[in-house]
């Protein structure tokens, strides 16, 4: 038998298994379902951490798994960087750049994970959406597109079927459920399955969340806290970002106003400039005489294009003229 595969895991709280926990109130989440369903000798590592970003990943977490020569490593972060007032998004590429060049270097297949819209399960105002939606679409942009300059095995998150049924997602609606833990497993073991990994079917739990009392126990236990603290940090500069968002709205519309009115600006003036030189074109063209229908009304157009009613009794001399 060869050497068992090590399997480590770094990031933040969706990659500690913040959302499924045992009795004890140890997190377990998907990398610890996934690695029961290995079915070849395996080491498993997690050094993930609740509430990491990108730079304690590279700097602190990179370096004790190292230590371990392992064969696959899962990223999973970007979370906790875009929720802070001061997020960069090109200082978060280049962290994660830098992690993930370090365990390519090394020989390691690299797992990666891109982050859900939370605007679809978490109500918020219409600004603070939008600025979120902004700043998850930066994370994966960066995550996608270092997943494919290193070879990753990446889970696209928002391609799943049925990814934001509320029973896949924990009491604080940020993390994943145990059923929704499982599920991405579940996922991430069918990707490596086709890399060429022994891996079993992952088992999927009947029970799922915790009761209601255990759910508002939570929330008062670390919701609440979480929610103060991230509140020194990150409401502060909502406030700016949300006017920050408002002035941009209005850049948005004033530069669609001025298209639109260069535009018809540009299908105007040819017709201005034809007409004052008297020279022929589409918009001076004459409008070509109508037919006088017989019947008891007639209708004659006018050169202004104007259509004239006549009495009964002038298309009858009308008739008797032509006769």
Not at 123 to 142: E, F, K, Q, S, T
């Amino acid at each position: 038998m060869g050497a068992p595969l090590t399997f480590a895991v770094i990031g933040d709280s969706a990659a500690s298994g913040v959302g499924d926990s045992d009795g004890k109130g140890n997190n377990l989440g998907w990398s610890y379902h996934l690695a029961k369903s290995f079915e070849e000798p395996l080491i498993f590592i997690n050094a993930a951490r609740p509430g990491a970003k990108s730079a304690e990943v590279l700097e602190v977490q990179l370096p004790k798994i190292l230590v371990h020569n392992p064969d696959l490593v899962a990223v999973v972060v970007g979370g906790n960087d875009l929720l802070r007032s001061n997020f960069n998004p090109q200082k978060f590429a280049e962290n994660l750049r830098k992690t993930l060049l370090e365990l390519v270097s090394r020989g390691c297949t690299i797992m990666l994970l891109e982050l859900h819209d939370p605007t679809k399960i978490v109500p918020m105002p219409y600004l603070i959406g939008r600025i979120c939606r902004r700043r998850v679409a930066a994370v994966n942009a960066a995550t996608r597109e270092l997943g494919k300059t290193f070879g990753a095995v990446l889970m696209e998150t928002r391609s799943l079927q049925d990814i934001y049924a509320r029973e896949k997602w924990h009491v604080d609606r940020m993390h994943p459920s145990k059923l929704g833990h499982q599920f991405i497993a579940a996922q991430y073991a069918n990707l490596l399955t086709q890399r060429g990994y022994e891996i079993g079917e992952v088992q999927i739990d009947p029970i799922n969340n915790r009761s209601r009392k255990d759910s508002i126990k939570w929330m008062l236990r670390n919701g609440t806290p979480w929610f103060l603290k991230r509140s020194v940090d990150l409401l502060p500069g909502l406030v700016v970002l949300s006017a920050a968002e408002i002035v941009f709205m209005i850049r948005q519309n004033l530069s669609r106003l001025v298209s639109q009115k260069k535009d018809l600006q540009g299908k105007i003036g040819p017709c201005s400039s034809t007409i004052s030189s008297g020279l022929d074109s589409p918009c001076s063209q004459p409008i070509p005489e109508r037919s006088v229908p017989l019947s008891p009304t007639v209708a004659l157009t006018s050169l202004s294009g104007q259509m004239l009613q006549m009495p009964s009794s002038s298309a009858s001399s009308m008739r008797s003229m032509a006769s």
